[in-house]
């Protein structure tokens, strides 16, 4: 665990931290209904991951992550790109702190004990989360 306040000792951290240190960086807060399916404020973003953009010049748009960058802390969404000069579209980097989380993939096993282990349910099923999840009455 880092002590260090010294902003040159955080950035030496971010750039020379590990893989599984980096995935954890890269996480983003996830909608209010997955919220409180899952009793968990964040998750690490994944490929196939559905977000909404809450910061920035695309703010309120939302797509499928396509790709998630480990080495430079950036995640690209389906649909969100620009224009090259020669006229070819290329994708926008966006950091993950910036979206919203509103469909998880949970095909892979690693994912659904992370749920499992805060929300103590029997089992998540391996398909996708969705973001109109069931009400619970109010006590």
Same mark, same amino acid.
Do not use: C, F, W
């Given at each position: 665990m880092m002590k260090s306040g010294k902003a040159r000792k955080q950035r030496k951290r971010l750039y020379n931290a590990p893989l599984h240190v980096r995935r954890k960086l890269l996480a983003a807060h996830l909608s209010k209904e997955l919220r409180q399916t899952y009793k968990r404020r964040s998750m690490p973003v994944r490929?196939?991951?559905?977000?909404?953009?809450?910061?920035?010049?695309?703010?309120?748009?939302?797509?499928?992550?396509?790709?998630?960058?480990?080495?430079?802390?950036?995640?690209?969404? %389906?649909?969100?790109?620009?224009?090259?000069?020669?006229?070819?579209?290329?994708?926008?980097?966006?950091?993950?702190?910036?979206?919203?989380?509103?469909?998880?993939?949970?095909?892979?096993?690693?994912?659904?004990?992370?749920?499992?282990?805060?929300?103590?349910?029997? %089992?998540?099923?391996?398909?996708?989360a969705k973001t109109a999840a069931p009400k619970t009455p109010a006590k």
């Amino acid at each position: 665990m880092m002590k260090s306040g010294k902003a040159r000792k955080q950035r030496k951290r971010l750039y020379n931290a590990p893989l599984h240190v980096r995935r954890k960086l890269l996480a983003a807060h996830l909608s209010k209904e997955l919220r409180q399916t899952y009793k968990r404020r964040s998750m690490p973003v994944r490929k196939g991951d559905e977000v909404q953009i809450m910061r920035g010049t695309h703010a309120g748009k939302t797509g499928k992550i396509s790709r998630v960058d480990m080495k430079g802390y950036k995640v690209y969404i %389906e649909g969100i790109t620009d224009k090259r000069t020669v006229g070819t579209d290329v994708q926008i980097p966006i950091h993950p702190s910036k979206l919203k989380l509103t469909t998880l993939v949970l095909d892979d096993a690693l994912r659904r004990k992370v749920l499992q282990r805060k929300v103590q349910m029997p %089992e998540v099923k391996a398909t996708q989360a969705k973001t109109a999840a069931p009400k619970t009455p109010a006590k």
